[in-house]
């Protein structure tokens, strides 16, 4: 158990729909990460904060949004869904004190299925 | 821009046989170099890093990785491998002089045969 918890474990829902997901970050740990893993993409960042506030951003969708809130969970809000959303979506936590050498914990995902 | 390269989508491995994961990186700077591994219907497990130092870097489940500067590389190794290492293995990289995200590979799949 990494310390890094996810809810929903799985989500179905419908074309066009919006979804939230939440992250409960490892305790003391300031950086919550945003990750997309698909059968062909692999695993992609989408986004990461530290602390509150945007540190650093990849390939994230207009579409999708995501915050810290002040007690460090995070939230991830995926809006106008398509079917090419359906993928399981990672969050991770670092106590990103040393930047790019950090190691992640990773949560135990969020599986969504949009139909 | 950096970038990681997994060449294997997937490789076999008879139980107690050696294996080895291979993974080639670019970056602009100095790397950061990572391990990650990933079970069934789990999220990814820190294996072990490669920050600065010594090129042997052991890590968990007795695991190890060697970087190698000259050909860009961070491949994956154990002695002798279990059943139960039969995973999604992936490498990532981060460069040290950008402290920018973390890249990960497409992912390796082991097969440990018994």
């Known amino acids: 158990d990494s310390g890094v918890t996810q809810t929903p474990k799985h989500l179905i829902t419908a074309t066009g729909q919006r979804v939230t997901l939440r992250c409960s970050p490892r305790s003391g740990d300031l950086s919550v990460y945003w990750y997309q893993q698909s059968l062909d993409q692999g695993l992609q960042f989408l986004i990461q904060?530290?602390?509150?506030?945007?540190?650093a951003k990849g390939n994230i969708l207009e579409r999708f949004s995501a915050q810290q809130f002040p007690d460090l969970h995070s939230e991830l809000n995926l809006s106008s869904l398509e079917l090419g959303d359906s993928a399981l979506y990672f969050c991770?936590?670092?106590?990103?004190?040393?930047?790019?050498?950090?190691?992640?914990?990773f949560g135990p995902g969020t599986r969504l299925l949009v139909l | 821009a950096q970038s990681v390269a997994q060449p294997e989508d997937q490789v076999n491995v008879a139980e107690g046989n050696p294996l080895t994961v291979k993974c080639t990186y670019s970056v602009s700077g100095n790397p950061y170099l990572f391990w990650y591994v990933q079970y069934p219907n789990r999220g990814l497990q820190f294996l072990l890093k490669?920050?600065?130092?010594?090129?042997l870097v052991k890590g968990s489940y007795g695991f190890e990785a060697e970087f190698n500067k000259s050909q860009t590389s961070f491949h994956l190794k154990k002695p002798s491998a279990l059943v139960s290492d039969s995973a999604l293995y992936f490498c990532?990289?981060?460069?040290?002089?950008?402290?920018?995200?973390?890249?990960f590979g497409k992912g390796t799949r082991l097969h440990i045969l018994p």
């Open positions: 490669y920050i600065t130092g010594d090129n």
């Open positions: 991770a936590s670092s106590v990103d004190l040393a930047g790019a050498q950090e190691t992640q914990y």
């Open positions: 904060y530290y602390n509150g506030e945007e540190r």
């Open positions: 990532a990289v981060s460069d040290m002089n950008r402290d920018d995200k973390i890249i």
